[in-house]
């Protein structure tokens, strides 16, 4: 599994806004359902204004829940019976 590059790109962003004390955590609705999702964002000037780029939102619950770890076989897989 290889990471694409645009995601490597965005991650060194969001590193480098991190060390710069430029993150901010906003609460927008997802566009979709309308629920309230809590983004990540770094922030940026353009003409005097404030910029906030989104990069993702925090998961809800708990996020070993949410995600499906990698291993060398792929991703690890719940057993028959365990949420997905």
């Not at 990471?3 to 609460?27: C, K, V, W, Y």
């Amino acid at each position: 599994m290889s990471i694409p590059s645009h995601a490597r790109s965005n991650f060194q962003t969001l590193l480098r806004a991190a060390g710069d004390g430029a993150l901010a955590l906003m609460e927008c609705l997802d566009a979709v359902t309308g629920a309230p999702r809590y983004v990540i964002c770094a922030v940026g000037r353009d003409n005097g204004d404030y910029v906030f780029t989104p990069f993702g939102h925090l998961a809800d619950g708990n996020p070993y829940d949410a995600y499906l770890p990698p291993d060398p076989e792929g991703f690890v897989r719940p057993e028959t019976g365990e949420a997905p």
